[in-house]
């Protein structure tokens, strides 16, 4: 018997995200990030996906592909993708060309203008290495972003895709989203 390796990816409960920017805050504190550059981005969701005036919000970062655009893009190899699914940006191999930041249909990688170089979310790799949390899930207060191994979730419990934001088919991201309990009913029917 084979024993599967871990892929990687992060999960959103749009139950739990309250939008209050913890996680984009935490994490740019931690890598000390310059004023203008975020590894993690909030997004207030559509009213028409849940079809109620529920105020919806999501917390992206990079989606850790399983065919990352930003890696075939880039011309130093500063790209690696590890065998658990994270793509990790090394920067002492870029170059500063933005080549990787123009591929990616999600706008992840951001340009620095302080060091000149792309900066990108590696999901905390060396902290989930020591077997800690990342710095986005321990600092949620609502607990609703988590680290899950698409390998064995349940995918009828969850979608990779949201209506208005990018195919995550272009690249098979491995972001996925728990709807908000008055969103199942409506968006399986759909």
């Not at 000390?32 to 970062?61: H, W």
């Not at 893009?73 to 990787?100: D, F, Q, W």
């Not at 986005?136 to 064995?152: H, Q, R």
Request: glycine residues 4%; hydrophobic residues 30%; aromatic residues 6%.
């Amino acid at each position: 018997m084979t024993v599967q390796k871990e892929r990687l990816g992060f999960q959103v409960n749009m139950d739990r995200c309250i939008g209050c920017n913890a996680c984009t805050i935490s994490c740019k504190s931690f890598y000390q990030l310059e004023p203008s550059l975020n590894r993690r981005f909030i997004s207030e969701v559509d009213e028409m996906l849940t079809g109620t005036v529920k105020r919806c919000y999501i917390s992206t970062a990079c989606n850790h592909c399983e065919e990352p655009s930003c890696a075939k893009a880039c011309p130093t190899g500063a790209y690696t993708k590890l065998e658990n699914g994270i793509v990790k940006h090394n920067s002492e191999r870029c170059i500063g060309c933005k080549m990787c930041a123009i591929a990616c249909p999600y706008s992840v990688p951001q340009f620095s203008k302080t060091k000149k170089k792309v900066d990108k979310c590696s999901m905390c790799s060396d902290l989930l290495e020591r077997g800690e949390d990342t710095i986005c899930v321990s600092s949620c207060p609502m607990e609703a972003i988590s680290i899950i191994d698409l390998n064995v979730i349940n995918e009828s419990e969850v979608v990779s895709e949201l209506k208005g934001f990018i195919d995550p088919s272009l690249t098979g991201s491995s972001t996925r989203f728990k709807l908000p309990l008055s969103t199942n009913v409506v968006w399986r029917e759909n």
